[in-house]
């Protein structure tokens, strides 16, 4: 097991933590709980998409809460009952769901149970798997508050905030939004972030990343101009090639592996 733990101080110091070995937990209840959606396995890597998150809600002064499903190491894997325990102690009233498309299956029995033991949450999809097949999913099953589409890193405080308010959506673009009862629309078309270096550092230092065994994800570009048949990325990305820049990237390799 990797010997690596960052500086660990949140950024939103109203929140304790303790470590409970398999993932960091906050004592009191964050706004946001952030379900990082990916089955148990014996190899894991932070996950970086909510990392990117994690930064950004922080970033907006939103307090948010990691819960890694592959790090889950109690109860049956993949058990509903143990996953609707695993995601809903303690949960923030907006829980967002990362995941990609192999686990919507399990996704949308969970959900459904969350919606029976907890119609309070507001529950937000996003990452590859939901974003491509968001308005059947949602007009299917009416599980979830909205499925953002794309980078999350703008859109989803802004989400956050609007659905704790309880204000309209459909000033925030990219997102699916369900009515219920297989009524869903679309909001305005997104425009992805040119200056990517503008968005903050991923959170590896707001999570304990002792125990992932495998790599630790570091991201240079999004897009890709070619269009592989069995690849999603062009189509999730755009075809457009954005970077970040060599000195941002060398400083995070610096960070993570100084520690
Ligand atoms: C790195 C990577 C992996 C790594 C993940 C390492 C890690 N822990 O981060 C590994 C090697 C483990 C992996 C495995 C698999 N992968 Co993979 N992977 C990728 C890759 C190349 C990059 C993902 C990434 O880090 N992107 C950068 C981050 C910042 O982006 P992101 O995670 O998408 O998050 C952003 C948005 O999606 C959004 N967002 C994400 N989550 C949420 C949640 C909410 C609530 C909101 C609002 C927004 C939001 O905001 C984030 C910031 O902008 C992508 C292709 C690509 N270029 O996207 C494929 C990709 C995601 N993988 C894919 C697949 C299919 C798999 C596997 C299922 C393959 C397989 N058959 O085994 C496995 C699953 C393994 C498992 N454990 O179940 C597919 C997913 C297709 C789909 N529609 O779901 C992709 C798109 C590639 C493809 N072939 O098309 N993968
Ligand atoms: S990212 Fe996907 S579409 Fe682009 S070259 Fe690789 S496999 Fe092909």
């Known amino acids: 097991m990797r010997d690596c733990r960052l500086n660990i101080e949140h950024p939103?110091?109203?929140?304790?933590?303790r470590m409970e070995g398999e993932r960091m937990v906050h004592c009191s209840v964050p706004e946001v709980t952030l379900v990082?959606?990916?089955p148990p396995a014996s190899v894991v890597s932070p996950p970086l998409g909510c990392l990117c998150l994690l930064a950004a809600l922080a970033e907006s002064g939103i307090t948010a809460a990691l819960r890694d499903y592959q790090l889950h190491e109690h109860g049956s894997r993949?058990?509903?009952?143990?996953?609707?325990?695993?995601v809903l102690e303690d949960s923030g009233q907006v829980i967002g769901f990362s995941c990609m498309v192999h686990m919507l299956p399990h996704l949308v029995l969970l959900l459904r149970e969350i919606r029976r033991q907890a119609p309070e949450k507001k529950i937000?999809?996003?990452g590859p798997g939901p974003s491509s097949v968001a308005a059947p999913l949602l007009r299917r099953y009416a599980v979830a508050d909205a499925v953002l589409l794309g980078e999350g890193e703008r859109r989803f405080p802004l989400l956050v905030r609007a659905l704790r308010a309880g204000t309209d959506l459909s000033a925030i673009p990219g997102l699916v939004v369900s009515h219920?009862?297989?009524?869903?629309?679309?909001t305005g078309r997104i425009e992805r972030i040119l200056c990517l270096d503008e968005l903050p550092v991923p959170a590896y230092d707001m999570i304990d990343l002792s125990p992932y065994n495998g790599p630790i994800p570091l991201e240079l570009t999004r897009g890709c101009p070619f269009s592989c048949s069995f690849c999603e990325t062009?189509?999730?990305?755009g075809r457009e090639v954005h970077s970040f820049s060599t000195p941002r990237v060398t400083s995070i390799v610096e960070e993570v592996t100084t520690c």
């Open 180 to 186: 219920g009862d297989g009524v869903v629309t679309t």
């Open 234 to 237: 062009n189509l999730f990305w």
């Open 12 to 17: 939103t110091p109203n929140i304790e933590r």
């Open 78 to 86: 993949l058990d509903i009952h143990d996953m609707l325990r695993f």
């Open 36 to 38: 990082h959606f990916q």
């Open 124 to 126: 937000v999809l996003g």
